[in-house]
Every structure is written in structure tokens, then in C-alpha cells.
């Protein structure tokens, strides 16, 4: 794709988001916007995957680490084939397999998650599994700023920084926010690039709304040999929808049918400019 399309595309990932949210009448929007660009980037340019295989041994796998963002998980699956778009308004309703947190039996979904702090620890294993058994497959998870004040993150990069696993990338979403406030005023992890590279991580620093970047980086990481990367991602949480950007608010909670709608206004506007910036 190009980055057009990619752009496009993370648009109706964003859709997706707010619609699934809102009709679950909970769940975490900001953290989920904010990562729609890394979740397009991943499922529909990066991974070796394939919605008609989702279980297929040589796929690259995806830990979604932050697993309170499941919307933005589900949305870009959803969009990307494995499973219907239309799934996603039973978000966290009963009898529904879309559930708060991902689970291992929803297509696409390769571990269970959202206890903070141990998706990277499963992401490891994945990645180290992948070297004892002589697999190419690449492991990919994505943590919150405000997850790595875990110390179990810290723990599973030392493990993945000592047995040099470069079929390892661990993405920070860098929204600077999280449930009580700004990452910085609750219990600072910066400086998180800094302290990555102290832990043997060969680590790039993005824009995570930029695909040129993301797409950069990415390829970065690949090239990299004997040493896990780390791409702090930084981004803008609730990205997309503008009485969402950059308010804490939003950490978990759902909009009302008015929000919901202006919203959505926010989004279909943006489409409109993606649109018109593909007719020039």
C-alpha cells in the first residue's frame, strides 16, 4: 500500500474503533486511536499474515501487550479480513467472542492479554521459541508508556536483549498519557529510548503517525542483527477525533450518542481530505 491507502485505511481502523466503543458503552478509545496507525501498519503492510490462514505455522506473530486497546486491535483485524466489520458493535457484550481484552480463541489473536506488563513476556518466549526451533517467523508487541512502569517489562528485555533476539520488536506507544494523567507526573519512564538502549536494545525513535517513518523504522529493524529493537512510537492519544486528542478523559471511557456522532463527523471528514488528496 501506499501511503495514501495506509492512511485510508487506518481512518476506517479509526471508525471501527469509536464504533465498537460506543456501542459496547465502555472500553478505551484514546490508547486504541492512538496506535491506529501502528496497528495499519503492522496488519496490512508489515506482518506475514493471512486472514484465510490465521493459524499458519510460519506467520508472524503480534502481542498486543496494552490489551485494554483491544478496540484498536479488533477494528484493524476486523478491517483486514478476519473476521467481520460488522462484529465489532458486540464489543464486551455477552455472548460475544469480542471481549475487553483479546483472547487467543479470536481469529487473528496469537495470546490472551491485558494484565499490564506480561505481554512482552510472552513475546519474548514467542521470539526465543522462534530461534530454538529454527523458525524465520517475527515477533512483534506493543506496550503502553505507562505499562513500562512494570517491572516485568524490564525483566523480559534484559532476557531478550542477552539472547540476542532480533526477530523481536517491542513497539511503545508514547502518548504520554495514561489512566491517572501524564506518564511524566505519575511515575516518569523517560528517558524511554535511553533506557532501552541500556538494557542492549538497538532502539528508533518515530513518529507514530507518519507511515514514511513507520515504514523506516520497520525496515530498520529488520536489518538489525544480534540485538532486539525497541520503536518508541511517539503518538497522540485519541488521534483522529478532536475532543479526544490529548485529554486523559478518554483513557477508558465510551462517548455518548452526541459524541459518538461528532465523532464519527471528525473521521468522515478526514476521509473526505484523503479523498480529495487522491483526486490531485
Known amino acids: 500500500m501506499n501511503n495514501l491507502e495506509l492512511q485510508k485505511q487506518a481512518n476506517e481502523v479509526r471508525k471501527g474503533i469509536v464504533t465498537a466503543v460506543h456501542s459496547a458503552k465502555a ?89 499490564l506488563g506480561q505481554g512482552i513476556s510472552a513475546a519474548v518466549g514467542m521470539a526465543l521459541g522462534a530461534k530454538l526451533s529454527g523458525k524465520d517467523f517475527r515477533v512483534y508487541t506493543l506496550l503502553g508508556d505507562g505499562e513500562i512502569q512494570e517491572g516485568q517489562v524490564w525483566e523480559a528485555a534484559m532476557f531478550a536483549a542477552h539472547r540476542k533476539l532480533d526477530n523481536l520488536v517491542v513497539i511503545v506507544d508514547n502518548n504520554n498519557l495514561q489512566i491517572d494523567g501524564a506518564i511524566s507526573d505519575v511515575c516518569s519512564p523517560y528517558p524511554i529510548d535511553k533506557k532501552f538502549e541500556a538494557f542492549n536494545f538497538h532502539v528508533i525513535n518515530v513518529d507514530a503517525h507518519d507511515f514514511d517513518a513507520l515504514r523506516a523504522a520497520f525496515a530498520e529493524a529488520r536489518a538489525t542483527k544480534g540485538q532486539p529493537t525497541c520503536i518508541v512510537a511517539k503518538s497522540v492519544k485519541g488521534k483522529g477525533v478532536s475532543f479526544m486528542e490529548n485529554n486523559v478523559a478518554w483513557h477508558g471511557t465510551a462517548p455518548n450518542d452526541e459524541q459518538y456522532a461528532q465523532a464519527m463527523a471528525d473521521l468522515e471528514k478526514i476521509g473526505e481530505e484523503l479523498e480529495k488528496a487522491g483526486d490531485k
Do not use: W
Open 27 to 115: 472500553g478505551h478509545p484514546g490508547g486504541s486511536l492512538s496506535a491506529a496507525d501502528i496497528f495499519t501498519y503492522l496488519y496490512f503492510e508489515e506482518m506475514n499474515i493471512d486472514p484465510a490462514d490465521p493459524d499458519k505455522e510460519d506467520r508472524d506473530r503480534f502481542v498486543l501487550s496494552k490489551g485494554h486497546t483491544a478496540p484498536g486491535l479488533y477494528s484493524a483485524l476486523a478491517h483486514r479480513g478476519f473476521f467481520p466489520v460488522e462484529d465489532l458493535t458486540t464489543l464486551r457484550k455477552l455472548g460475544s467472542y469480542l471481549q475487553g481484552h483479546p483472547c487467543i480463541h479470536i481469529p487473528g489473536v496469537d495470546m490472551s492479554s491485558g494484565s
